[in-house]
């Protein structure tokens, strides 16, 4: 069996070391202590130099999206520059004269209608109504009236006129016009009789249709009235 004693030059550095002089094992234990402090000094330097080299990386918060990547190169705000070779559009400037638009033309003025033509007279005169005669009255329609038992205006009694196709009373200050006595006969119509004095003015109607009127001029007795008559032409 081999002693565990064996040859001093075998079992690596440590049997190694031990064969070495005690100023050989002085001078290679300071060297590995040396070394070692070394060591350690650096570890503990690139660790201290790594814990304060500052982070590049920004942490997003979950469930926000990440800003897009900044541009390295500024964005060009420099005016663009116009070349003094270039003509600038020109702008014509309003015309200042100071003549005047016409102005629109007027509308036309309505046309005033004509009024309607006024009636010719057919006659004007003076009769007179005898109630003592066989003729009481006057036939009007008649150019000039001619004389008739009753006639379109006649006497019926004392200060009483009567005119069977139509009679009404005036009560104008001056006599009436043919359209006046046309609206009168038209309001009061079926009136044929009329108790009259002198200055009395009334309307009637002929036969055939023609409007005429009549002023009291006297009234001599009970059989006789005497009046100015007008009669106008068919319109």
Not at 47 to 71: H, Y
Not at 132 to 150: E, I, M, N, Q
């Amino acid at each position: 069996m081999a002693s565990s004693t064996g040859d001093p030059r075998s079992g690596g550095p440590v049997a190694w070391f031990r064969r070495q002089e005690p100023a050989i094992k002085a001078a290679v234990i300071a060297m590995i202590g040396t070394l070692g402090a070394s060591v350690i000094a650096a570890t503990v330097a690139l660790t201290i130099a790594l814990l304060n080299r500052p982070s590049t990386v920004t942490a997003t918060p979950e469930g926000e999206a990440k800003p897009p990547p900044v541009s390295s190169s500024a964005p060009d705000t420099t005016p663009p520059t116009h070349s003094s070779s270039t003509p600038r559009p020109t702008t014509p400037e309003p015309s200042r004269s100071h003549t005047q638009s016409p102005p629109p033309n007027p509308l036309p003025s309505p046309t005033p209608t004509s009024a309607a033509p006024r009636p010719r007279s057919r006659w004007q005169g003076t009769l007179t109504l005898d109630g003592t005669a066989g003729v009481r009255g006057w036939f009007l329609d008649a150019k000039p009236p001619s004389p008739a038992p009753a006639g379109d205006v006649e006497i019926r009694g004392s200060g009483e006129i009567y005119a069977p196709f139509g009679l009404t009373a005036w009560d104008g200050a001056a006599p009436p016009e043919a359209q006046q006595c046309l609206a009168a006969l038209n309001t009061h119509l079926g009136q044929h009789q009329l108790d009259v004095q002198p200055g009395d003015m009334a309307c009637f109607t002929t036969e055939y249709g023609r409007v005429g009127n009549l002023k009291v001029i006297s009234i001599p007795d009970a059989d006789h009235i005497t009046i100015e008559a007008t009669v106008w032409e068919k319109q």
